[in-house]
């Protein structure tokens, strides 16, 4: 007699893991929520999650005392976009004070939410990437990842090699030691120059106060690149666009992440512009 196989068959597992699920909807990198739920903090349909838990978006799903959205829990498409900001303009998604913000110049979602990876403040202008997957964001923001913030930046002051070395060397700021990882001399001259900078992570006003530590003053700051993401010079400012499939290949490959197959066939890269010219004295470590 033949074993009916039919009763012997494993039958597949419902939802996605608990942790992936959250990651993907923005609500933190998988080993912070890990954390969460070993902790207690995480509860599904009325009871406290463990690892392991598998969830669909029927579930009722509670982190601390703040309901997940059916909405977030659906799986969607990855969308990552590039944007050239202005100054003046905040990355939040409302302010009190009525003051213009990032979100109101992209483009509307259906079912879903824009990401900042990463932020600039109000004065800082350039390239900034936004993005409808959470693991993507978390992985590009995570200094783990060591991916390299290139800077455009005007300074005023004082400026002699002593101080430059410094900056590469390492200095100390009142959240941890810091430093840049290349500065790239780019021309002014007197007490206004430019330099290219290089920085690993993405702390906040990271770069300006670095050089305030040397007792130099930022007048301009423009990010011109974020790992392989070049600013287009024909992306105008206040402007968005999407990644061409080859700029989303290299950014996937950037973070590990696994790449989705691109929907269309052929997609021609754009020419990246803009890169900013080596000139002069270059400052490494």
């Not at 074993?3 to 909807?25: C, I, M, Y």
């Not at 978006?57 to 900001?85: C, F, H, M, S």
């Not at 800077?151 to 941890?176: P, S």
């Not at 080859?246 to 950014?251: A, N, Q, W």
Request: proline content about 4%; glycine content about 10%; charged content about 35%.
């Amino acid at each position: 007699m033949k074993r009916d196989k039919s009763k012997t068959q494993t039958a597949p597992l419902q939802g996605e893991r608990l942790q992936k699920v959250l990651a993907n909807a923005g609500f933190g990198s998988r080993r912070e929520l890990e954390r969460q739920i070993e902790a207690g903090e995480v509860s599904v349909n009325g009871e406290t999650a463990k690892l392991g838990d598998r969830v669909t978006p029927e579930d009722t799903i509670y982190i601390g005392r703040t309901r997940v959205g059916a909405w977030r829990l659906k799986q969607q498409e990855r969308q990552v976009i590039i944007y050239n900001k202005p100054e003046g303009e905040l990355v939040t998604r409302d302010d009190p004070g009525g003051r213009s913000t990032v979100f109101s110049r992209l483009p509307k979602l259906v079912g879903g939410r824009w990401i900042a990876v990463g932020r600039l403040d109000l004065n800082t202008t350039g390239l900034m990437i936004f993005t409808t997957d959470g693991e993507l964001a978390n992985k590009l923001m995570h200094p783990s990842q060591l991916i390299e913030r290139e800077y455009a930046v005007r300074v005023n002051g004082d400026i002699t090699e002593e101080k430059l070395k410094q900056l590469v060397n390492g200095v100390e700021l009142e959240d941890g030691p810091a430093r840049f990882e290349e500065i790239v001399e780019s021309g002014g001259e007197g007490r206004n120059r430019w330099f290219h900078v290089v920085i690993m992570e993405g702390r906040n006003r990271e770069v300006r106060r670095l050089w305030e530590s040397v007792d130099l003053k930022v007048n301009r700051l423009k990010r011109v690149r974020f790992g392989p993401l070049f600013l287009d010079s024909s992306l105008a400012i206040g402007k968005h666009r999407p990644l061409t499939d080859l700029e989303l290949k290299e950014l996937m490959d950037a973070t590990g992440v696994v790449s989705e197959k691109p929907k269309k066939k052929g997609t021609k890269p754009r020419s990246v512009k803009g890169k900013p010219a080596r000139r002069n004295t270059t400052y490494k470590r």
